[in-house]
């Protein structure tokens, strides 16, 4: 059976039958998944926010750092 995936939150994915939660987000229009490793909506809340601030801070490669 193919999985589905049910859109819970911005964001946040809960897979079905599983009830597992995923983080899913777009770079440079290619889609992206990641596995929360939990059941519990909020700490795959908590644990989605974490992630996409570190998500956030990348800098795409062969750009300049930035100076202060």
């Given amino acids: 059976m193919k999985p589905h ?7 946040l994915y809960r897979r079905e039958p599983s ?3 995923y983080a899913r987000w777009k770079i440079s229009g290619k889609t992206n998944w990641k ?3 939990t059941e519990d ?3 795959a809340e ?3 926010a974490d992630f996409l601030r570190g998500v956030q ?3 795409p490669q062969g750009q300049p750092a930035h100076r202060l």
């Avoid at 995936?5 to 964001?11: G, I, S, T």
């Fill in 57 to 59: 801070n990348l800098k």
């Fill in 41 to 43: 909506r909020k700490l």
């Fill in 19 to 21: 009830g597992g939660y």
């Fill in 5 to 11: 995936y049910v859109c819970v939150a911005e964001n």
């Fill in 35 to 37: 596995a929360l490793h």
């Fill in 46 to 48: 908590r644990r989605l």
